[in-house]
């Protein structure tokens, strides 16, 4: 079946420490998006990537970083910038005006 | 820019009862509106979504009618179940395809009791 695959569902990451969640999809969709969701504030974008090899910064992008080297997959790195990284992180592909969400990983920093 | 504001919850009903969740949003041109729902500790589905001004969309026993002159997108079911309890969300995409993002209102919970 085609879908998104978000891994790992849980991480756990020690404060200065940078961390690298997974995102890959197999429905052949050019554009791919992380969202952050806290408690009480909806889902806000992180970044977005519309074609292979660009991206472009969402609403809160400071202390991420993304890559897009393969139409399938969107890896999202929290670097040691981001202050406050605790939360639910949510992948998601598009085409048309269809939105696929990956399943999420939830990063707790200890 | 674009933004989309959700009331207030958390939302409580018990089983049968009428629903009612409203959406407004502010946007250039002419979005398509979308409602997602989550279920504790997953991702977004889609439940259901609009493209043009007075178009419906529906999807189990949900429905939500795209008014542009109200700028708004309420949804709303006849008879709520318990399964029903979940985070919905009201959200638009300023474009299509490849050249869209999503913007989302901030969540409402709903729990419907027995």
């Known amino acids: 079946d085609g879908g998104i695959t978000q891994s790992p569902k849980y991480l756990f990451r020690k404060e200065g420490q940078n961390v690298t969640l997974s995102c890959e999809q197999n429905?052949?969709?050019?554009?791919m998006y992380w969202y952050r969701q806290d408690p009480g504030q909806g889902l806000r974008l992180i970044y977005y990537?519309?074609?292979?090899?660009?991206?472009q910064k969402g609403d809160i992008a400071e202390g991420y970083s993304v890559s897009r080297e393969k139409k399938e997959s969107f890896p999202l790195t929290v670097t040691s910038a981001q202050k406050n990284p605790t939360a639910f992180y949510l992948c998601?592909?598009?085409?048309?005006?269809?939105?696929?969400f990956g399943s999420g990983t939830r990063l707790t920093v200890v | 820019g674009n933004s989309v504001t959700q009331m207030e919850g958390p939302v409580t009903l018990s089983e049968e009862a009428f629903l009612t969740i409203n959406c407004t949003y502010t946007?250039?041109?002419?979005?398509?509106l979308f409602w997602y729902v989550q279920y504790p500790g997953e991702g977004l589905q889609l439940l259901l979504k609009?493209?043009?001004?007075?178009d419906k969309g529906s999807n189990k026993g949900f429905e939500a009618t795209y008014r542009k002159e109200t700028t708004s997108f309420h949804l709303e079911k006849g008879s709520v179940q318990v399964s029903d309890s979940a985070v919905y969300f009201c959200?638009?995409?300023?474009?299509?395809?490849?050249?869209?993002?999503?913007?989302f209102g901030k969540g409402i919970t709903l729990s419907v009791r027995p």
């Open positions: 998601a592909s598009s085409f048309s005006y269809g939105y696929t």
């Open positions: 429905l052949n969709h050019d554009a």
């Open positions: 990537s519309q074609i292979v090899n660009d991206f």
């Open positions: 946007a250039t041109g002419y979005p398509s």
């Open positions: 609009a493209t043009k001004a007075d």
């Open positions: 959200a638009l995409s300023d474009g299509t395809g490849a050249n869209s993002k999503l913007t």
